[in-house]
């Protein structure tokens, strides 16, 4: 019989790929999402994309008594979460909400899971925790350095999750350090589109190309990096969301723990990625270079050798291929429709 998996925060940008990713592979996947930083209408383009209803609770991770029920209905036998919030500049303003939502939520969910008996959890960490790093590219040894509260809600999920395992064995953990996921589904049916003025490189730029912003600002070019701007490693969140697939088998199948970063191990700077994105819409993107941004990391590269160890994690697509297909997301039709309160997927 098929593994059933709760997935959290399903139907935001990199759960919504992730949902599609465990369907391909033939678990059984309810979502369960309080659609704060998603779009309701993601649910029918699930159901189009994979051609099966899509099981969702609509509901918080903080409500224990919701979760339970979840448990007690559907027997989960292990949880990926992503729910969490996730923008940095928000979570210096509001820290107690981060705090609430990343940190109380998960050890909710964890009561909750422990409870029922479901012990094996995918965890969405990120590049975040590393801080100002001393080394590029970044292995997992590097020492956690929080920047901001979000940060610092991620270095905990993972210390939380990292003494659970300590104190009881039968706890099964996958910690998955993110770089900076990108692009979208093929099919043009999901991906990322911040209503807002979004606040990360892709899609700002995807906005410039369209015509609906005037230009990039660039946060500064004298940097210690090739042309002096921003390097990071972007990964394609396809490739992201295979990840999840192979981490859920290492937990299920031999219940081995781990902890690893996924990212390509390459890193592409600001105007590289503003080349890449011309060459995909065949649109002009006209930028500015401006001041730093407070708080930015001059680079940002994953060591990506434990996760192809470890998992048998390796990423297929280029740069380039982010940009296609963020771009044919964009120009979509369901880029637009009916944008949730911050408008995800
Ligand atoms: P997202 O905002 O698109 O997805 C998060 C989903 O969780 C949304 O659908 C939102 O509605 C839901 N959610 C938020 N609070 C909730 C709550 N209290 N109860 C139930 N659902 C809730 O973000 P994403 O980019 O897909 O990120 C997913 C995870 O990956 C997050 O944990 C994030 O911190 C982590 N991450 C993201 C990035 C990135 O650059 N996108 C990088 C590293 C790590
Ligand atoms: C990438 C590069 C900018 C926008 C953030 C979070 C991190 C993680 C991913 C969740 C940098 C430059 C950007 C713009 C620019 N999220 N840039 N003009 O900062 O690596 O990471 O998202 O875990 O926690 O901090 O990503 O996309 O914002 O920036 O020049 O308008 O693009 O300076 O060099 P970042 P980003």
């Not at 027997?75 to 992503?82: E, G, N, Y």
């Not at 990322?192 to 906005?207: G, H, S, T, V």
Request: aromatic share 8%.
């Amino acid at each position: 019989m098929a593994e059933k998996i709760l997935l959290t925060g399903g139907a935001g940008y990199i759960g919504s790929h992730t949902y599609v990713a465990l369907i391909d592979a033939g678990y059984e996947v309810t979502i369960l999402d309080n659609f704060t930083n998603a779009n309701r209408s993601v649910v029918d383009r699930l159901e189009q994309l994979t051609g099966k209803p899509v099981s969702i609770a609509e509901a918080d991770i903080r409500d224990a008594t919701t979760l339970a029920g979840l448990f007690a209905e559907h027997q989960f036998d292990a949880v990926v979460h992503f729910a969490a919030l996730k923008a940095v500049g928000e979570s210096v303003e509001r820290p107690l909400d981060y705090f609430d939502v990343n940190i109380s939520g998960l050890i909710n969910l964890l009561r909750v899971m422990d409870a029922a008996g479901c012990r094996r959890i995918v965890f969405s960490s990120s590049a975040t925790v590393y801080g100002v790093p001393d080394e590029t590219p970044t292995p997992e040894t590097a020492e956690f350095r929080a920047m901001n509260p979000y940060g610092q809600t991620k270095i905990s999920g993972e210390q939380i999750l990292n003494q659970l395992v300590a104190a009881d064995e039968r706890w099964k953990v996958g910690i998955l350090r993110y770089f900076n996921p990108a692009g979208a589904h093929d099919s043009a049916l999901i991906g990322e589109d911040p209503r807002d003025i979004p606040n990360n490189l892709m899609p700002y730029i995807a906005k410039v190309a369209a015509g609906e912003l005037a230009e990039l600002q660039v946060f500064g070019d004298d940097y210690d990096t090739p042309d002096g701007t921003g390097v990071r490693d972007y990964i394609h969140v396809v490739d992201l969301a295979k990840g999840h697939v192979l981490s859920l088998a290492a937990l299920l199948g031999e219940g081995q723990g781990h902890l690893v970063n996924l990212g390509t191990g390459e890193g592409h700077s600001v105007l590289e990625v503003v080349s890449a994105y011309k060459r995909a819409s065949n649109r002009d993107v006209p930028y500015r270079i401006t001041e730093r941004r407070a708080g930015d990391v001059p680079v940002y590269v994953a060591r990506a050798d434990k996760a192809e160890e470890v998992l048998g994690f390796r990423t297929e697509h280029t740069l380039d291929q982010m940009c296609a297909s963020s771009w044919k997301w964009i120009t979509g039709p369901h880029s637009q429709e009916d944008p949730g309160p911050e408008g995800n997927a």
